[in-house]
């Protein structure tokens, strides 16, 4: 009885302190005293908790031990969503030097990640193309797309329609379609022709209609718009004309029966592998799969950009760096900056992220770029990336507006889309208010 | 005279000394009670330690932080009744908690009739081998663990798994859907699944419980012209009164506090047709970061379960009676 008394009075104490008496690390910062942070010459090891699954990570730290043999890494790794689940707790009991990072805006709210500006300073990153970082710069109020960096990417991943060439042949579309009503006309020829058109997964926890949605917004509207959405910039709305126009667009694949029937049972697996056996003509997917369906269906996917609208419009997608962070508590930061730098500006690590993980490069505009063979998706999707660049159409993901609204809105409400339980205006306001709720909350 | 007050006087000594002998004893046995009682206590010590610092803490902490708004990280504010209130004002959190209890027809329900029907007709022929091949093979989906039936039966349940090509078989091909991604039929399916895993327990308990039930009351009323029908409900069913209590206890927790099997099929999709308390309470607690209001529904619901539960057990003590 003493006893359960005792622990009972010790767990009265308010949980995570009261709010006067912080006891979260305060913001923390880079530490190197002058000239360039390096990873010095003395045996280093650095703590490294990396999504599983993914080559790349695993292949840039073999060879940065391979040029810098006194640094090695000590790896942990886990699924993406058990990374998010854990991110604040890791960073706090154990901090990683490297870590593979979810949506950052609360992390850094939480003064979990440390300020990476030094750094940018010192490597020159502030110098790249200001696209590239946007998405890891969070502000005093922690919203996104501006103020000091707290992350790096390995690359940067963009989106768009993936398509099976061989099938694409059979109902006579021989080149990629220039306007949305190309791609229109192209579905719609695969569905007379018994091909099941579109395959995308949107079973379960996953929504995945928000990629045709949101590259469907980016034909009708602008991409700037929608990034102060996804940034919570204030007053900031999904629930536009334009936007309705895309949602409405979207509906209408929908009810002329363009997705596989059973859309809201298909999970991300299921949608590669009925692709991978040229099952469904098109995919909405990203570039990560493009070294993987090289190797699959060689020669036999072609990639292209959601069309805009109106011929000669501007492309815009989806395009996200993946993300790595540094604690704010850990012990060999320099050195992990260091690592991040090289990923971006050595030659052997730029040709491992393109050749492993299929994506751009992050970096200077005109940096050293592998040869690709030209008949490869990757060679595809790399340029389409450059042709992003050009168009500045680069967005983040709608699904990363906050921490929840893609597993606790976008899912739920895309899948009521697709059973015509919600129509394209019921999505957005739905979407809207629920935004409102998890930010104001 | 003298010698009456005398024999008065030695009686009272008597007494006097017999009432000593008993206060000794019974002091004597009180002593012996409390060294026995301390043992005791020093050998159940280690559970209530367990119990306390693994049940009863985590319980009580639960009930502080749904008292708090928190992130789980940086330092908490005090929030009242106001996680309690959401829970009342958000259709998505009352929505799940009609979710589980529409489940608890599939969880609790159906095994419960079903593993009655089936431990009767084991009954019938309980000597045979056959018995314990039968009792066996419907016990097996118990010792599966619960992600791995989730999983045998999603592949089951998909556009093209076991249960549409049965139906594509049957000519029925017109009925085959993705069970688990329809809006009508997700939660049942789930349901399904349940009940599948469940049924195995509920027909062992009620088989065990039939077994003691005295065969003369069997034999009486065969005597009496009872069918078995009239034998089924006049005799086994009254019997087995506590087992049935048991059954529904512990399937309907299972109902109500289900997050395994959900998680594993549908996590909570189509569009919230299949969210449950327990998948909601891990969504808002490590998805949305809201330790608060999780702890609020897993109070919310740790009480549903008692209120439902705890009438249920005065039904099989009135049995007793």
Redesign the interface.
Known sequence: MI??TA??LA??S???????????ASTGSATFAGGSPTCGTSPVTLSTYIETGFPLPKNLTDEFTKQYPNVTFKIREDQFAVI??NA??VL?DDPPDLMRLPQVS?LV??G?LLNLDPYAKAFGWDKWPASQLEQMRVDADGRRGDGPLYAMGLNFSMTGVFYNKDLAATFGMTEAPKTLADLDAALKKAKDAGITPIVQFN???TGGLAFPLQGLMASYGDASAINSWIYQKSGATIDTPTNLQAAQHLQQWISSGYFA??????DYATMMSRFIDGKSAFIFDGDWESGNLDQKMPGKVGFFLMPPAQAGGKFGAMSAPLTYGISAKAKHADCAAFFLNWVATNQQARTIDVQVGGSHPMGPADAFMPAVDKNTVTAQTLAAGAQIGADNGAMDFIANAT??IY??SW???L??L??G?IDAKGLLTAVQADYKT?IG? | MQKRSTTIRRHREDEAAARFTTDRRRRALRARRLRRGGLALALTAPAV?AY??FV??PI??TV??SF?K?????????AGLSNYVAILHNP?LSGSIVNAFTLILFFSFVPVALGLFTANAIRGFATSRLAVVARTVLFLPQIIPLVAAGIMWSWQL??DGVVNQVFRLLGLGRLA???????GTALPAVGVIGAWVLFGLCMLLLLAGMTKIDPSLYEAARVDGAGPVREFFSITLPSLRQEVVVCLTVTIIAALASFDIVYIA???????RTLVPGLEIY?LA??????GSASALAVVLMLLVLAVVLPLQSLSREGKS
């Open positions: 006893l359960g622990l009972a767990a009265c308010a949980p995570g302190g009261t709010a006067g008496t912080s006891t979260a998010t689940q604040p707790r706090v609360g709210k939480d979990l079973g379960g926890a029937s059973d859309v809201n049972s298909i921490g929840a597993a606790k899912t739920p409400n899948q009521k697709v059973a339980q998890q909350s | 330690l306390v610092v009863i803490r009580a902490m502080q932080y708090y928190w992130d789980g990280i940086t330092p908490s504010t005090w998505e998909s556009t859907r993705p069970w688990l991604g329809d809006f549908t996590q909570g999709g189509p569009g919230n969504y490590f998805f949305q970061r809201q330790v």
